[in-house]
């Protein structure tokens, strides 16, 4: 096997793409016959026994199409980062070759300076008319030695242009190379990308998997394959929360998200998800820009998707909390927006709260979001975010931390205020077990004045003005 494997070719972006849907055509087809097999009643001990034997064949085809996935994805993010390793280290010496060239270049025309001002003596003190009538034969020794110098400079200088020119040849064609490349890099499936597609399988939310790195293909009224958001999803018929893929109207190429559909009335978008700690949220600006996490546990969906999702529509906003005497409360907002990455990602529409946590985010609207790394804050003595431990629309500087440091509970006098809190519910001086924050198009659904409540024992009681 190992010897096989160390034979293995470099497998395109659409052979990879083929295998992937050869192996999701086999897990659906297991699941299929593996629906069918449970709705029969075994008849005696022989089917039973036949139908644990294909239970477990079936196992372990889907876990040998998982493991050869891996192994192929990681064989192919091996090869080309030693590829690109060795393209930087080409140029890096050739770099380092021109520069020496240079040098020498340089040395030799000040030396072919120094003997054309030799030679311009020698001219004058030939023609001077003392010495016009008499040989010399220091001069004349002088004058020899000076051309066979020269044509010694000349030839270096000939091979010196000759290494130049095929050295820029070579740079030029590593440039190309690594240009080629990247884009290579740019069309094969991440692992998190497999990852999720077969968590959508698992989950029953399939969609046709699309690297997102590749724009959607556009049907012909212009309009894309995929649901513009988490509600349109829910209108064509869908009810089970869980991973899709989704691609709002005015980005042109679609991602993953995590979609609520059972709390109030469902459609919600999850945009925030912590539960436990394990995904450290204290990151820099290009982080929370892009997203972060694992979308089937805790994570960040990005900045830049939420103003795709809410930057041309206003949406509601949903904050769901919980302690950790898993007393679970809510905070509903009937408007919310924000901003472009130019103005900062600001929060720019918050209206309409209702809800039982209290409002501590009205305090944050129009601010713009800062990091560890990005201060935009209105504090002009620091930056609430490294002074705080997160990242948020703080002004100077908070009311609400949810995006602070993971603790369990109350917080030590020295962490006040940097700790995932929300203000009107336990304060700064205590640290959330839960929050999920997700949002929606506000045309959709009920009046945000109309929600539903989570009791600490799961149940719901709607709550009205």
Excluded at 42 to 66: F, I, K, V, Y
Excluded at 290 to 300: A, C, H, L
Aim: overall charge negative; hydrophobic content about 35%; charged content about 25%.
């Amino acid at each position: 096997m190992s010897r096989n494997r160390s034979k293995m070719k470099v497998f395109t972006f659409s052979e990879c793409v083929l295998i992937f849907e050869v192996s999701v055509f086999v897990v659906q087809a297991s699941n299929v016959q593996l629906s069918r097999v449970k709705h029969e009643e075994p008849t005696d001990q022989h089917s039973t026994r036949h139908s644990g034997s294909w239970n477990s064949s079936r196992l372990g085809m889907r876990r040998a199409c998982e493991a050869e996935l891996e192994y192929r994805l990681t064989r192919l993010e091996v090869q080309v980062a030693e590829k690109s390793d060795r393209l930087a280290n080409e140029l890096k010496d050739s770099n380092y070759k021109l520069q020496a060239i240079e040098l020498q270049e340089e040395e030799i025309r000040n030396a072919i300076e120094g003997l054309r001002g030799e030679m311009s003596k020698v001219d004058g003190q030939l023609w001077s008319e003392e010495q016009r009538d008499a040989p010399n034969d220091k001069l004349v020794a002088r004058i020899v030695g000076l051309e066979a110098g020269l044509k010694l400079i000349f030839a270096a200088l000939r091979t010196l242009t000759s290494d130049v020119t095929a050295m820029k040849k070579n740079i030029s064609a590593a440039l190309s190379t690594t240009r080629g490349l990247h884009e290579e890099i740019r069309d094969l499936p991440t692992k998190q990308f497999i990852s999720q597609a077969v968590l959508n399988i698992k989950h029953g939310t399939y969609y046709p998997p699309v690297n997102p790195q590749i724009t959607a293909v556009q049907q012909d009224s212009g309009h894309p394959l995929f649901p513009t958001n988490c509600m349109d999803i829910k209108n064509k018929g869908v009810y089970s929360s869980g991973v899709y893929t989704i691609q709002p109207e005015y980005n042109s190429k679609p991602f993953m998200v995590f979609c609520e559909m059972e709390i109030n009335d469902g459609g919600w978008t999850v945009i925030q998800n912590r539960c436990n700690g394990s995904q450290d949220f204290f990151l820099g600006w290009t982080d929370y820009k892009t997203g972060f996490g694992n979308i089937g546990n805790e994570f960040w969906l990005g900045l830049d998707h939420v103003y795709e999702l809410t930057g041309y529509i206003v949406n509601e906003l949903l904050i769901e909390m919980e302690d950790f005497d898993n007393e679970r409360r809510f905070a509903l907002y009937s408007t919310f927006s924000i901003g472009s990455e130019a103005e900062g990602f600001p929060l720019k529409v918050l209206g309409g709260y209702h809800g039982d946590a209290g409002d501590s985010l009205a305090y944050h609207a129009g601010q713009r979001f800062s990091t560890k790394d990005m201060d935009n804050d209105a504090w002009s003595e620091g930056s609430c975010a490294r002074s705080h431990s997160g990242a948020w629309w703080y002004k100077s500087c908070d009311a609400s931390n949810l995006n602070g440091l993971y603790f369990g509970g109350d917080v030590p006098e020295n962490f006040i205020y940097k700790g995932m809190y929300w203000g009107a519910f336990r304060g700064p001086e205590y640290s959330l077990k839960k929050s999920r924050i997700m949002i929606r198009p506000r045309r959709y659904g009920r009046s945000a004045t109309t929600v539903e409540k989570r009791d600490i024992d799961g149940q719901y009681t709607r709550l009205e003005n």
